[in-house]
């Protein structure tokens, strides 16, 4: 999640005095100096992120937001779906001047196609000049900001070219995050979302484009309660760096009822790793050319894992970058995942896309995989739980049969390749080892443990009367590194 306000203060004395520009010259001054400095740029003046340059140098005129690029940054999401919203603000002197300070707010990388200006008057013959830029990509019917409890939604977007594989969260004020159904048709997706009580809500529009995953539009709605007129206040920021992260990802858990995450050198290597690169490259996405995805760095690193989870966050401070992306239904979910119990922290300072500078977060949240002292034991007492379960008799484990899965597991393990070729010659060789048996036959799974054989069809068949049962952990380029390689030999 991306929320990079920036402020540049321009301080101009000049003798002259006169009235504050309008919104009708400002809007004008802000086209030149696009027209000047980005002449290939087309962009729009959007009445949302107009909005919300009103809002904030309204509440800074009347002293109930602080002359930031936070503050700004506050009243773009109370007002706008847009989903990285860059703030730039300038002090001017005298205020007939603001309509000259529009210039120095936007990035000369030029990265916009969205803007919203306003300018108001304060004390000591000044004016406040506020800017707000997107790039915006997907296009989101209008969503009323204020609604009544019971209230339907629609949500009816339609992405840009390069986003594919749309979801939906909504952030319910009990601070649970859901996913509704959704139809998607071609780049379209519309649903209907209910909101049955009281409280602040965030619908988030997630989409799949080159870099991975990433918000496409998101949208505070307040039902049956008044929007907040000021921005929070800020509190001392007594801890820096990846410690701070640490402690407010600990306080939210245990907000909710979680244990604290176990920081991991293994995983913080792997989060330092790419936001090095994402720093490196000026790229903020989840799949680079460089280091691949989440699941190519826990690979390369040789982690073995059950689940695991990705939050990247671009911002002033690693605080900063960390409270955007816990404003993210589908990050906080991430965050608030049960099954989480080690987390990876990584920092690095470059430019953003935007050219602003700022700092690369990346969270790495991961379930590790817990090797087994007897993994066939496990396997073997999860397939006979099975049996009793169905109302069938208990499989008897033959030592011949045991050795036999032992022995080719480890051949399936060594290939890197769950082989079918292999499972039939293990069934020919079950049959020859003993001549009693009728018929017989083999399945093979890999997976992060015993449970992996969960769903083996013929551990609930009345047909088998035994079973062999080989188990190795073992890495493969195909599976991952650590996983449980199974082989089950049923006969009669």
Not at 138 to 153: F, S, W, Y
Not at 308 to 316: M, P, Q, T
Not at 453 to 476: E, K
Request: hydrophobic share 45%; aromatic share 4%.
């Amino acid at each position: 999640m991306r929320l990079l306000p920036f402020a540049v203060a321009a301080a101009l004395s000049l003798p002259a005095h006169a009235a504050l520009p309008g919104q009708r010259a400002l809007e004008a001054a802000l086209r030149d100096a696009v027209a000047g400095s980005c002449p290939s740029l087309t962009f729009a003046v959007d009445p949302d992120l107009t909005r919300a340059a009103q809002a904030f140098v309204a509440a800074a005129q009347a002293g109930r937001a602080p002359v930031t690029g936070g503050a700004l940054g506050f009243y773009a999401a109370l007002e706008s779906y847009e989903p990285s919203p860059v703030s730039g603000i300038a002090k001017v002197s005298p205020p007939s001047r603001a309509d000259r300070a529009v210039g120095d707010l936007f990035g000369r990388e030029c990265r916009f196609n969205r803007a919203g200006v306003a300018a108001a008057a304060l004390p000591g013959n000044e004016a406040l000049v506020a800017l707000v830029t997107a790039a915006h990509s997907t296009d989101l019917l209008p969503i009323p900001g204020r609604l009544q409890p019971g209230a339907i939604v629609e949500v009816d977007a339609t992405l840009s070219p390069s986003l594919s594989s749309p979801r939906l969260f909504v952030l319910a004020p009990d601070a649970r995050t859901q996913e509704p159904p959704v139809s998607v048709d071609g780049r379209r997706l519309r649903a209907s979302v209910a909101l049955l009580s009281g409280g602040e809500y965030t619908l988030e529009l997630l989409a799949t484009g080159p870099g991975g995953p990433e918000v496409a539009a998101i949208r505070r709605i307040f039902v049956g309660v008044a929007p907040p007129t000021s921005p929070p206040a800020e509190m001392p920021r007594t801890e820096t760096g990846v410690a701070a992260v640490e402690h407010a990802i600990g306080r939210l858990r245990a907000a909710h009822g979680l244990p604290a995450l176990q920081r991991d050198p293994a995983l913080d290597r792997v989060a330092e790793g790419h936001s090095r690169e994402m720093a490196r490259s000026r790229t903020f996405a989840h799949v680079l050319s460089s280091d691949g995805s989440m699941g190519d760095r826990l690979r390369k690193a040789g982690y073995a894992y059950q689940s695991a989870g990705e939050n990247i966050g671009l911002s002033v401070d690693p605080l900063a970058a960390h409270e955007a992306i816990a404003a993210s239904p589908a990050h906080l979910k991430n965050l608030l995942d049960p099954h989480h119990r080690r987390v990876g922290l990584g920092i690095d300072r470059g430019t953003s896309p935007d050219g602003a500078e700022g700092v690369y977060l990346t969270e790495v949240l991961a379930a590790p995989i817990e090797a087994s002292r007897d993994p066939e034991g496990e396997v073997a007492r999860l397939l006979q739980e099975k049996r009793r379960s169905a109302g069938l008799k208990p499989l008897a484990r033959d030592a011949r049969l045991d050795a036999i899965a032992a022995r080719e597991v480890r051949a399936l393990a060594s290939g890197g390749e769950l082989s079918r070729d292999l499972q039939r010659s293990v069934v020919d060789e079950a049959l020859k080892s003993q001549p009693r048996l009728r018929s017989a036959i083999a399945e093979a799974y890999v997976g992060s443990g015993a449970a992996a054989t969960g769903s083996s069809p013929n551990a609930v068949s009345p047909a088998w009367t035994r079973v062999g049962v080989g188990a190795v952990y073992a890495t493969s380029e195909t599976y991952g590194a650590g996983r449980l390689w199974v082989l089950l030999v049923y006969a009669r």
